[in-house]
């Protein structure tokens, strides 16, 4: 089942979607992209937002015998760690509290690494009394979506609210809570990945969120 040509694509009809939602513009809005396909959809909602675009860099911490398979993830809020488990899978796994804390540790460091790279020395855009908007190319497990926008909720924004073109039912249920507004152009069920909604869903490179970033003023 394929819903969008590409990011950039969704980026656009998840951009309309949200204008009609959102009435603040410029100077009250940041939209932040979740790197790195999420900066590829993140940059046209900001287009038709008027608002910032930065990023926030959310870490997966995998399994010990599997990577890509999330028990975990990590953010950052100011420098204040922010780590939620997926408490079932760790369970079922005996993965232990250790491992987990040496992980997010290992995850920071990236984290830190990433943004130093994306902002290439331009501040981070203020969060406090704004309209934040967290884009993604799509959520799965949604992990990674819920530490960065608990991270962002420590930081005072008037309204959050996390955007995506793609996710499954379970997992946007899942997301619910106070405070957080979830706007999805798409549930479709059963969902088994992202990349199958998208007709092209390559690797996204570094030079591509930089240009995607780039001229913003934060």
Same mark, same amino acid.
């Given at each position: 089942?394929?819903?969008?040509?590409?990011?950039?694509?969704?980026?656009?009809? +998840?951009?309309? %979607?949200?204008?009609?939602?959102?009435?603040?513009?410029?100077?009250?809005?940041?939209?932040?992209?979740?790197?790195?396909?999420?900066?590829?959809?993140?940059?046209?909602?900001?287009?038709?937002?008027?608002?910032?675009?930065?990023?926030?860099?959310?870490?997966?911490?995998?399994?010990?015998?599997?990577?890509?398979?999330?028990?975990?993830?990590?953010?950052?809020?100011?420098? @204040?760690?922010?780590? *939620?488990?997926?408490?079932?899978?760790?369970?079922?796994?005996?993965?232990?509290?250790?491992?987990? @804390?040496? @992980?997010?540790?290992?995850?920071? %460091?990236?984290? *830190?690494?990433?943004?130093?790279?994306?902002?290439?020395?331009?501040?981070?855009?203020?969060?406090?009394?704004?309209?934040?908007?967290?884009?993604?190319?799509?959520?799965?497990?949604?992990?990674?979506?819920?530490?960065?926008?608990?991270?962002?909720?420590?930081?005072?924004?008037?309204?959050?609210?996390?955007?995506?073109?793609?996710?499954?039912?379970?997992? *946007?249920?899942? +997301?619910?809570?106070?405070?957080?507004?979830?706007?999805?152009?798409?549930?479709?069920?059963?969902?088994?990945? *992202?990349?199958?909604?998208?007709?092209?869903?390559?690797?996204?490179?570094?030079?591509?969120?930089?240009?995607?970033? +780039?001229?913003?003023?934060?």
């Amino acid at each position: 089942m394929r819903l969008f040509r590409d990011r950039a694509e969704a980026g656009v009809r +998840l951009g309309a %979607h949200l204008a009609a939602r959102i009435a603040a513009r410029g100077a009250g809005v940041v939209v932040l992209g979740i790197p790195r396909g999420g900066v590829i959809v993140a940059r046209p909602v900001a287009d038709a937002l008027q608002a910032t675009l930065d990023v926030i860099v959310p870490r997966k911490i995998g399994a010990p015998d599997n990577p890509e398979l999330a028990v975990a993830a990590v953010a950052l809020a100011d420098g @204040e760690q922010i780590v *939620v488990q997926d408490a079932e899978t760790l369970r079922v796994l005996g993965v232990t509290s250790e491992y987990v @804390e040496r @992980e997010a540790a290992r995850q920071r %460091h990236e984290i *830190v690494r990433r943004l130093a790279a994306y902002r290439q020395g331009r501040p981070a855009a203020s969060i406090a009394g704004r309209t934040v908007v967290v884009v993604d190319d799509g959520l799965a497990t949604g992990l990674t979506a819920r530490a960065a926008v608990q991270a962002l909720g420590r930081l005072g924004p008037q309204r959050l609210v996390l955007a995506v073109p793609v996710a499954p039912p379970e997992s *946007v249920r899942d +997301l619910a809570a106070p405070g957080l507004e979830i706007e999805v152009l798409e549930m479709p069920s059963p969902f088994r990945a *992202v990349g199958r909604f998208y007709d092209e869903f390559e690797a996204v490179e570094d030079d591509e969120v930089l240009a995607a970033l +780039l001229g913003n003023r934060l």
